[in-house]
């Protein structure tokens, strides 16, 4: 079982920087896909970048590509969310999410497919 907690939300004007940090727990942390996903108010929850459990693989929705940057630290037990150059309808409540995968390079992009998920962190991008 992983248990994941999000941490780095906050407010950022337009074109800056934020960085978000998800801690898991868990020894087979470094077997898990990890992604994070993102809900405005009044809107499904949107997939956002995810990466494999080697770290090898990852892939980002167009909204964010060039802009946003996955990865993460086995020996932390850690995945971070770069974002740069944010935008205003980035504002959102950020969440990270874990699911077992067998493939060193498989990256997990459907809600589905993660079994567990953090309380999330808002991040709010003023105009």
């Known amino acids: 079982q992983v248990q994941v907690v999000e941490s780095g939300g906050g407010l950022v004007q337009a074109g800056g920087s934020l960085r978000l940090s998800c801690a898991a727990s868990?020894?087979?942390?470094?077997?898990?896909?990890m992604g994070w996903f993102r809900q405005a108010p009044g809107k499904e929850r949107e997939f956002v970048a995810a990466?494999?459990?080697?770290?090898?693989?990852?892939y980002y929705a167009d909204s964010v590509k060039g802009r946003f940057t996955i990865s993460r630290e086995n020996a932390k037990n850690t995945v971070y969310l770069q974002l740069n150059s944010v935008k205003p309808e980035d504002t959102a409540v950020y969440y990270c999410?874990?699911?077992?995968?067998?493939?060193?390079?498989?990256?997990?992009?459907?809600?589905?497919?993660?079994?567990?998920w953090g309380q999330g962190t808002q991040v709010t991008v003023s105009s």
């Open positions: 868990g020894r087979t942390f470094s077997r898990y896909g």
């Open positions: 990466i494999s459990w080697s770290g090898g693989s990852t």
């Open positions: 999410a874990a699911g077992p995968t067998t493939q060193a390079m498989s990256v997990l992009i459907r809600r589905y497919e993660y079994n567990y």
